[in-house]
């Protein structure tokens, strides 16, 4: 089974950069998409952003667009999410996820996450 540990959060003034590490252990995840999720105070889990196997193709939330970079290094099983341009609306903690090449649904076991404050 996967196992997840993100890391690399912290607090940043507003218009500041973090970059989130994630690491994947248990098996190689060459063949999942990976994906950053976040979940602010008083709110849902939401989607950040996702990349497929390959690297090339990915998808961003609306609200990120533009200033959030996810990529991956599957020889390191790792995935990545630069963040550039910071907001305080961007406070949260953030998990990183992964889904089986053709299945609907994320794993179930979701890490412990990493908390990132945005100051305005």
């Known amino acids: 089974q996967v196992q997840l540990s993100e890391s690399g959060g912290g607090l940043v003034q507003a218009g500041g950069s973090l970059r989130l590490s994630c690491a994947a252990s248990g098996r190689t995840v060459s063949n999942y998409v990976l994906g950053w999720f976040r979940q602010a105070p008083g709110k849902e889990r939401e989607i950040v952003a996702a990349?497929?196997?390959?690297?090339?193709?990915?998808y961003y939330a609306d609200s990120v667009k533009g200033r959030f970079t996810i990529s991956r290094d599957n020889a390191k099983n790792m995935v990545y999410l630069q963040m550039n341009n910071l907001k305080p609306e961007d406070t949260a903690i953030y998990y990183c996820?992964?889904?089986?090449?053709?299945?609907?649904?994320?794993?179930?076991?979701w890490g412990q996450g990493t908390p990132v404050t945005v100051a305005s």
């Open positions: 996820n992964a889904k089986f090449r053709g299945e609907s649904t994320w794993l179930n076991n």
């Open positions: 990349v497929y196997w390959g690297g090339s193709t990915t």
